[in-house]
């Protein structure tokens, strides 16, 4: 069955404290990793997209990099603004557009 | 240019009631997905609109149905609504096989 397993469930980091959020999937042939970042009671926002394995993009603090089996999303130096819910997704194998969607990591970042 | 949109905000309905939820793709998208989200959970899809056609359903019962128009906006319906029908209602546009871009969310109550 295809799925999307996020960990930690939640991430309590201070200030400045590097780490990363695991993200591992089970699909027959990857179309596409997505990571979101979705704020209390708002709609997810675009971060990055992965398309092979060894893919690597940018974006301010934020890393994501992806495997075969996994990706990560590794947040270097956060600040109390990056606090949010991390969302990874795959495209369905068959299905054109559906996503896939893991249950987040629950980050929160304190001064 | 102007993003994803969806209306109401928030909605209160009691059970066995129907409801209609309204979404606007973001220009130059020609394709729209709903996505219900559920308290602590990650999206699960819905189903998904291409050029005015059902281009793929998830595990959604047939109460749950919809629409787009010519422009490419989207109504989502639920009839016979249930307790469990309590979430987050998302709405997400993209360029066929692009990334998907959401917008803020509809909060529906069932009580």
């Known amino acids: 069955e295809d799925q999307v397993t996020q960990s930690p469930e939640a991430l309590r980091l201070q200030e400045g404290e590097s780490s990363s959020l695991n993200c591992s999937y089970t699909?027959?042939?990857?179309?596409?990793l997505f990571w979101y970042r979705q704020d209390p009671g708002k709609g997810p926002e675009f971060l990055f997209t992965?398309?092979?394995a060894g893919e690597e993009k940018e974006k301010e603090r934020l890393k994501a990099t992806l495997t075969k089996k996994e990706s990560f999303l590794h947040i270097t130096a956060p600040k109390p603004e990056d606090s949010a819910t991390y969302l990874c997704?795959?495209?369905?194998?068959?299905?054109?557009?559906?996503?896939?969607f893991g249950t987040g990591t629950r980050l929160q970042v304190f001064p | 240019e102007t993003g994803v949109t969806q209306s109401p905000t928030h909605l209160i309905k009691t059970r066995g009631q129907q409801v209609t939820l309204r979404c606007s793709s973001q220009s130059g998208h020609n394709t729209v997905s709903w996505y219900q989200q559920a308290l602590g959970q990650g999206p699960q899809f819905i189903f998904q609109?291409?050029?005015?056609?059902?281009?793929g359903r998830g595990n959604f019962p047939p109460r749950f149905s919809g629409l787009q128009f010519p422009n490419y906006s989207s109504e989502l319906n639920v009839n016979a609504l249930e307790l469990d029908d309590s979430a987050l209602y998302l709405c997400?546009?993209?360029?066929?096989?692009?990334?998907?871009?959401f917008g803020p969310g509809t909060r529906l109550t069932v009580l």
């Open positions: 992965l398309y092979s």
């Open positions: 997400a546009s993209s360029a066929r096989g692009h990334e998907q871009f």
């Open positions: 699909v027959s042939g990857l179309r596409g």
């Open positions: 997704a795959v495209l369905h194998p068959y299905n054109t557009d559906k996503l896939i």
């Open positions: 609109y291409y050029r005015e056609e059902e281009n």
